[in-house]
């Protein structure tokens, strides 16, 4: 899952899709590749990592992860992690953003985030955006606004009102699943991490699809939200990513909840 990562690195090269995972959420290749077993799980003949961090011996040759060592070290972030994730489960998942949020942060754009061409040109990528209503609910999406594009929203998200806003359609916030279990470091089973990668990243490929850039060099169509057949194509895919989602959410709640039993 990060050889084409680590391929392009040694040539010196950038993907505008499958890079962002690793530039946006700066976690090492070597943390993602190393597996734990989640809190409350005692590993035999494993006293090498007896001095690994957040890690605790059980005996000579047995250890365990120390889940309240890190609970105790982290308990903001936890706790936020917990309530941000418990409140975008409860909440009814929204389908009418079409993606547009990667149209605003061109809006009226000079010099634009990637090197790929605007499939509509800057003038025809304005256009679609001032036609629609733009109501982006994901915080980290609408900070990249352009200043002409945030009050065209129908929301001001930030930091404080996260908790309130996030839903589980939103794209990104399907892919911050990734963050949170990165965030929560070794309370996360290791195929948990690696599973809300592949999400991040298959939510990544519709995210960059459904933008205004060309990203046909890379193999991959674009899905024309402008048009009513690319809206349809967008939500249909929104659904499954909100499923997919959703279940994540449960689990990685269910390892906080574990985690803090065993503490």
Excluded at 60 to 69: F, K, T
Excluded at 86 to 99: I, L, M, Q, V, W
Excluded at 197 to 218: C, G, H, K, N, T
């Amino acid at each position: 899952m990060t050889a084409g990562r680590r391929e392009r690195a040694e040539r010196g090269e950038k993907h505008p899709v499958e890079d962002f995972l690793h530039t946006y959420y700066p976690t090492r290749i070597s943390a993602l590749r190393r597996w734990h077993p989640g809190a409350g799980v005692l590993l035999e003949d494993a006293k090498e990592r007896s001095d690994w961090r957040w890690y605790r011996a059980a005996s000579a040759m047995s250890v365990s992860v120390d889940a309240r060592a890190f609970l105790a070290a982290r308990a903001a972030s936890v706790d936020f992690i917990q309530l941000l994730l418990s409140r975008t489960a409860e909440r009814t998942a929204r389908f009418g953003c079409f993606g547009l949020h990667e149209w605003a942060m061109v809006y009226r754009q000079g010099e634009h985030r990637h090197q790929a061409p605007l499939r509509l040109g800057q003038a025809g990528t304005d256009a679609v955006v001032e036609a629609a209503n733009i109501s982006c609910t994901h915080f980290d999406a609408y900070r990249f606004f352009t200043s002409e594009a945030a009050p065209l929203n129908a929301l001001s998200p930030s930091r404080e009102n996260q908790p309130e806003l996030e839903q589980p359609g939103c794209l990104h916030a399907g892919m911050d699943l990734f963050k949170w279990a990165t965030k929560l470091g070794p309370l996360v089973p290791g195929d948990l991490l690696l599973d809300s990668f592949e999400l991040a990243r298959d939510i990544r490929w519709l995210d960059m699809q459904a933008s205004p850039y060309d990203v046909s060099a890379w193999g991959a169509d674009a899905v024309a939200i402008e048009t009513p057949e690319g809206k349809a194509e967008y939500v249909r895919a929104q659904r499954g990513f909100t499923e997919r989602g959703n279940a994540l959410r449960g689990r990685l709640l269910a390892a906080v909840t574990r985690a803090r039993s065993v503490a």
